[in-house]
């Protein structure tokens, strides 16, 4: 689910990140290994029930999803009116709404170890204290895109994940300087972040809210895209408990 969003709504397509071989003292990566083992077998979309408020240059779309309905009927605008919804937005509304059938089920809300793709060899203790943990890496893409593998050549990611109780936090993935994924375009800023938080009685983090922010030129026209995705009103329909 949580690639879909991305996809459909323009961004850059970061595929997701599968868990290699970390670097590091064993003792600083006590907390990370912590983390990623705090994950959910077969979550998908239709174990959660919530509700997604969508705010960027369209302006902002409320919508429900309810994964107990057949899937045909699983969306539901609530905010604007459909009679009210303007071109761009419009745009997005069908995006999100329409399922491809060439893809896989893209999971559910809970973090995946698989959302955390980067180069073996290239996780590293970057900031702790009391409550947090927080490791920078090298991201890896699973991408037969030659431009995206271009894009994300730039790229670094931070994962802050919890000490006293482990569950993965915020995962960052950034460009910590401008560059040129080719000749014609130039990106001065790219920001991606997901947070999770924890819900009582799951046994993994709970992703709510993913926003992303990129700026650059390209043609000699300058651009500035960003948008948020909240999850809120969340239910898990499914049966897995702690």
């Known amino acids: 689910m949580k690639h879909v969003f991305t996809a459909a709504l323009g961004a850059v397509s970061l595929v997701s990140l599968p868990v290699h071989a970390q670097t590091g003292p064993a003792g600083e990566l006590e907390a990370f290994e912590a983390a990623l083992g705090r994950t959910v077998a077969g979550d998908n979309d239709a174990d959660w029930r919530f509700l997604l408020t969508f705010t960027g240059s369209a302006g902002?779309?409320?919508?429900?999803?309810d994964g107990a309905q057949p899937e045909a009927d699983r969306w539901t605008l609530v905010s604007p009116p459909e009679a009210d919804l303007t071109e761009e937005q419009q745009a997005i509304w069908d995006d999100v709404i329409t399922s491809d059938d060439d893809e896989e089920d893209e999971g559910g809300l809970f973090?995946?170890?698989?959302d955390a793709l980067f180069l073996p060899g290239t996780l590293n203790l970057h900031l702790q204290d009391a409550d947090d943990v927080t490791y920078r890496f090298q991201p890896q893409f699973d991408a037969e895109d030659e431009e995206e593998a271009a894009f994300a050549e730039y790229l670094r990611g931070e994962i802050t994940v919890g000490r006293r109780e482990p569950g993965v936090r915020h995962l960052r993935l950034f460009a910590p300087e401008s560059f040129k994924p080719n000749f014609a375009i130039r990106v001065n800023r790219f920001e991606l972040e997901q947070e999770f938080a924890e819900m009582a009685d799951l046994p993994a983090p709970v992703l709510v809210r993913i926003s992303q922010n990129i700026e650059g030129s390209a043609a000699f026209q300058t651009f500035?895209?960003?948008?948020?995705?909240?999850?809120?009103?969340?239910?898990?329909?499914?049966?897995?408990?702690?």
């Open 111 to 114: 973090f995946d170890g698989e």
């Open 60 to 65: 902002e779309i409320v919508a429900r999803f």
């Open 224 to 242: 500035q895209e960003g948008f948020e995705i909240g999850f809120s009103e969340i239910e898990y329909l499914g049966n897995a408990a702690r």
